[in-house]
């Protein structure tokens, strides 16, 4: 765990051990903190690779600075560490908002991506938007807690929640008590307006990597639809679904073997 600085940053990064398989980039969702534990670098694939992940601006030990966040910043912070750790090429995994941010990465920076894993994501655009997330920062913290339960899950509808109120609540108190270090809300509202202007659809058909797009079956936030019109307009695509909502990686197991195997071949 270290701070490395760049330009505009001082970006807070840790690596899980060497592996032979060499290093992989790690960019995480919206609101992400690596201390909160588990995160990325817990995941199967710290198994075999060394995991470089990030706390993105505006979050956790990275820098806050002043002003509107973009995209192209977020992707150019990307690129800014790996200027600093000396990487010239490296595969890359987003998930989620870290989706979008590998999204701009590639379509700024193509050098840099070797190989591309796209999670729970969306492209914006004509490929269509992920769920408007800025839009529940007007509910109050029980309506917004209940309204983001049910959106990474579609399976979670009233008459589930009617016929199984203890597991309901179990997932509202867990939902509650899950993150021990949360965001601040002004930094939280700049990712998620920044996030709301997210569009690389047009330039999706000029990627000239391999590409692995997964998703969750049941995820209201990215839809099973912007990730078949993501796999569409890549050439060098694979598209795969597993069970479960926009937590799919944590609720199929499967899904890292299959990222792994990809990454591998």
């Not at 075999?48 to 990030?54: G, K």
């Not at 701009?104 to 992920?130: D, I, N």
């Not at 060098?236 to 679904?241: A, Q, W």
Request: proline share 4%.
């Amino acid at each position: 765990m270290a701070i490395i600085s760049t330009k505009e940053l001082n970006i807070y990064f840790e690596k899980s051990e060497f592996k032979m398989n060499g290093p992989l980039l790690y960019i995480g969702g919206t609101g992400g903190d690596l201390r909160n534990r588990p995160n990325q670098l817990h995941s199967p694939l710290s198994d075999v690779f060394e995991v470089i992940a990030y706390d993105q601006r505006g979050l956790g030990q990275t820098s806050k600075p002043l002003g509107d966040y973009s995209m192209k910043q977020y992707a150019d912070d990307a690129a800014s560490l790996l200027d600093e750790l000396g990487i010239e090429t490296i595969p890359v995994m987003g998930v989620s908002f870290g989706g979008m941010v590998a999204q701009e990465l590639v379509k700024r920076h193509p050098s840099r991506v070797s190989k591309l894993v796209l999670a729970c994501t969306s492209s914006g655009g004509a490929g269509g938007a992920s769920y408007p997330l800025d839009e529940l920062e007007a509910l109050s913290e029980d309506e917004k807690l209940e309204r983001s339960i049910k959106i990474n899950d579609l399976r979670i509808t009233d008459r589930w929640i009617k016929d199984n109120i203890n597991a309901w609540n179990d997932l509202k108190n867990n939902a509650k008590t899950r993150l021990a270090y949360k965001p601040d809300s002004k930094n939280l509202l700049k990712q998620l307006i920044a996030r709301k202007g997210h569009n690389t659809y047009e330039s999706l058909s000029s990627i000239d990597v391999p590409v692995f797009l997964l998703g969750g079956k049941y995820d209201g936030i990215a839809p099973v639809e912007n990730m078949e019109s993501m796999h569409l307009k890549i050439i060098e695509s694979k598209l795969e679904f597993y069970e479960g909502g926009h937590l799919f990686l944590m609720q199929d197991k499967k899904a890292f073997k299959d990222i792994i195997n990809w990454l591998l071949s």
